[in-house]
T-cell receptor, first 119, second 109 residues
Framework: GAVVSQHPSRVICKSGTSVKIECRSL??????MFWYRQFPKQSLMLMAT?????????EQGVEKDKFLINHASLTLSTLTVTSAHPEDSSFYIC???????????????FGEGSRLTVL | DAKTTQPPSMDCAEGRAANLPCNHS???????VYWYRQIHSQGPQYIIH???NNETNEMASLIITEDRKSSTLILPHATLRDTAVYYC??????????FGTGTRLQVFP
């Protein structure tokens, strides 16, 4: 099946630094990718929709200047957490849809997740 | 907001069928029911989806009531590796997936 890969799987950074997380679709081209965040013992919260070649669409309450999303190619989307603080520590997960699945079989494939710890 | 209601937790003995219910009473005619699961510290995994007919694949079966207001995911022979949080999601077309709180299934020996 289709595979989505994230890198890095774990990252620890100092407060005030920026961290970039990559999401790649390995065997299909994804015009749309989604970024989620998950705090311990909570569900996934959708942060933004990443569109290839255009600006990302952010969910209400998500700061677009803090969580920069770039979708420069059909197989790569990046999420940059700028000026990270301890409250940004979380599990970040991306997903992508294989358009070959057709309009109503939009199975989303998820990456393995990236655990960010901000000290 | 999630448009589904699931019990927060369930237990199941290994080898037995696990039946996970989901209520989606406000589902619209063109929305599909999707099931995903998330094993601890991993990304969610797709299980199955359906519109109105019952569906079966190598992982599970999905039973959707005739009025489509509820559904049940069936894992026919649960194993310890099926311990996970199971999410029932209603979704139109290729719209974004909005996760609710899910059901934490614990399979015990």
């Amino acid at each position: 099946g289709a595979v989505v890969s994230q890198h890095p799987s774990r990252v620890i950074c100092k407060s005030g630094t920026s961290v970039k997380i990559e999401c790649r679709s390995l065997d299909f081209q994804a015009t749309t990718m989604f970024w989620y965040r998950q705090f311990p013992k909570q569900s996934l919260m959708l942060m933004a929709t990443s569109n290839e070649g255009s600006k990302a669409t952010y969910e209400q309450g998500v700061e677009k200047d803090k969580f920069l999303i770039n979708h420069a190619s059909l197989t790569l989307s990046t999420l940059t957490v700028t000026s990270a603080h301890p409250e940004d520590s979380s599990f970040y997960i991306c997903s992508a849809r294989d358009p070959a699945g057709g309009p109503n079989t939009g199975e989303l494939f998820f990456g393995e997740g990236s655990r960010l710890t901000v000290l | 907001d999630a448009k589904t209601t699931q019990p927060p937790s369930m237990d199941c003995a290994e080898g037995r069928a696990a039946n996970l219910p989901c209520n989606h009473s406000t589902i619209s005619g063109n929305e599909y029911v999707y099931w995903y699961r998330q094993i601890h510290s991993q990304g969610p995994q797709y299980i199955i989806h359906g519109l109105k007919n019952n569906e079966t694949n190598e992982m599970a079966s999905l039973i959707i009531t005739e009025d489509r207001k509820s559904s049940t995911l069936i894992l026919p022979h649960a194993t310890l590796r099926d311990t996970a949080v199971y999410y029932c999601i209603v979704r139109w077309g290729t719209d974004k997936l909005i996760f609710g709180t899910g059901t934490r299934l614990q399979v015990f020996p």
